[in-house]
């Protein structure tokens, strides 16, 4: 009952947020301040007939749908489902991002499609361990112990891919995107070393030191997204 509340709450925020970044997104691109993106007839216009517009709306209704499904939601069917149309609506825009200008196009969004996908499930994860109870928690450990260990190798090779694609000449190396981008690569580094001690943890039967990891690595965790959401703001060099 407390995830199902945890989970409701989580998806209404992402709700809002989205709608709130819509008028944001607006007023960017009409230059104007936040009230011009109240226009009723251009706001039409834009969720209508532009590409961007209309991904906003795929994801306001995919994130709607995962809501329905899971305030539903009364066995593990209706669960996949919820992770599905939440990992739909999240991986939507990377079709608009700076990835389509590039020569690999197809290979630069399959592997961030794979980063997006993969670094929900860790993140949400983590934070699911968070927030279950302690016997939970134990009794879960150990398969998303297996689960972690996956993503962190899918995320490491996509985004490895991902950034090789974007700086594929010696220059690009000396420019600000660069310098996030290692960044990052140093955060996940240190997600994976949160992993592996929490291999060792498990396997020496110590969850109660396994929980005491989880805060520190959520902070690391909330660094290194909001590192990504930069960069997918910045033009690739």
Same mark, same amino acid.
Do not use: N
């Given at each position: 009952l407390r995830l199902k509340k945890l989970l409701q709450l989580s998806m209404l925020i992402w709700f809002v947020t989205l709608v709130g970044t819509i008028f944001v997104e607006l007023a960017n691109i009409l230059n104007t301040d936040l009230l011009g993106a109240f226009d009723s007839q251009v706001l039409r216009s834009f969720l209508q007939q532009t590409v %961007? +517009? =209309? $991904?906003?709306?795929?994801?306001?209704?995919?994130?709607?749908?995962? %809501?329905? &499904? +899971? #305030? =539903?939601?009364?066995?593990? +069917?209706? %669960?996949?489902? $919820?992770?599905?149309? #939440?990992? &739909?609506?999240?991986?939507?825009?990377?079709?608009? #991002?700076?990835? #389509?200008g590039l020569n690999n196009h197809s290979l630069a969004i399959g592997s961030l499609l794979f980063h997006i996908i993969f670094v929900s499930l860790w993140v949400g994860g983590v934070i699911g361990l968070l927030v279950v109870s302690p016997k939970v928690r134990a009794e879960s450990l150990s398969r998303f112990s297996s689960l972690a260990l996956w993503c962190a190798i899918a995320v490491s090779a996509s985004g490895t891919v991902n950034a090789f694609i974007r700086l594929n000449f010696a220059g690009a190396w000396h420019s600000a995107y660069s310098a996030l981008v290692i960044a990052k690569v140093v955060f996940t580094g240190l997600l994976i070393a949160f992993g592996a001690q929490h291999r060792r943890y498990i396997i020496a039967k110590k969850p109660d030191q396994t929980f005491s990891l989880l805060g520190m690595e959520i902070v690391v965790m909330v660094i290194t997204v909001a590192l990504g959401g930069w960069l997918s703001t910045l033009n690739p060099p």
């Open positions: %961007i +517009g =209309r $991904t906003y709306v795929a994801q306001l209704v995919l994130v709607l749908l995962a %809501i329905l &499904l +899971g #305030s =539903r939601a009364r066995k593990v +069917g209706a %669960i996949y489902w $919820t992770l599905a149309a #939440s990992l &739909l609506a999240a991986a939507l825009p990377v079709f608009q #991002s700076h990835s #389509s």
